[in-house]
């Protein structure tokens, strides 16, 4: 069974241009999660989508959005970047909601590393 | 995922000793907890995890602590093996409905072989 997908896997983008990460979750998995992961913050919640629907979201300003299709692959944007935004970005995946009161388990892909220049 | 934090906790074990990582939450309401291991260059990979009706779990080589009087959480790991050099988190999410995961700072093992 295939993991946790995302695309692409590096990217460098200046200051002011906008961003588009992709996120294919494992077969089956309803929920996607993303996160940011740097040095000085460690690995904080951006939000989360279920069926389409964002379900929980994370103290992160408008900039960062998302969403996610029917096929459960997901997208998040980040527009007008900023220095700071220069970030590893975690994709997780989990079949939780999925009708199955045990599947917590979240799995997560490898990450997109980006660089704002 | 190779750079978690430049003042990350470090623990530095020799190859077959127990190792001890310890955790500390803040939100007393928190319901279910969940050790990850992250390995450069990889995302966060689940170890175990913890529901707070429960003090004590235990996986292959692995067992998590829950003191829930003192909000504190411990990953043990029996015979570390040098595959078990890593970064790990402790992390809290709500039990049931969506995810918002908060994790921890993360802490470095080293093993020495």
């Known amino acids: 069974k295939a993991g946790v997908t995302q695309t692409p896997r590096y990217l460098i983008k200046t200051r002011g241009q906008q961003v588009t990460l992709s996120c294919s979750p494992i077969?089956?998995?309803?929920?996607v999660s993303w996160y940011q992961q740097t040095p000085g913050q460690g690995l904080q919640f951006l939000f989360e989508y279920f069926s389409e629907t964002q379900r929980n979201k994370g103290n992160f300003p408008g900039r960062f959005s998302g969403r996610q299709f029917s096929n459960s692959r997901s997208e998040m944007n980040v527009s007008t970047l900023e220095l700071g935004d220069s970030a590893l970005y975690l994709c997780a995946s989990s079949l939780r909601g999925s009708g199955t009161a045990s599947h917590n388990e979240q799995f997560f892909g490898p990450g997109t590393r980006l660089t704002v220049l | 995922g190779e750079s978690v934090g430049l003042h990350l906790p470090t623990l530095s074990v020799q190859e077959g000793d127990n190792s001890i990582i310890n955790c500390a939450y803040s939100?007393?309401?928190?319901?279910?907890f969940i050790w990850y291991k992250q390995e450069s260059g990889k995302g966060p990979q689940f170890i175990i995890d913890i529901r707070s009706n429960m003090d004590k779990r235990q996986g292959q080589r692995v067992t998590v602590l829950l003191n829930k009087t003192v909000k504190h959480l411990s990953l043990q790991i029996a015979a570390t093996q040098p595959g078990d050099s890593a970064v790990y988190f402790c992390a809290e999410s709500p039990l049931f409905g969506g995810f918002k995961t908060i994790f921890g700072a993360g802490t470095r093992l080293f093993v020495k072989a």
């Open positions: 077969s089956g998995h309803r929920s």
């Open positions: 939100n007393s309401a928190s319901d279910y």
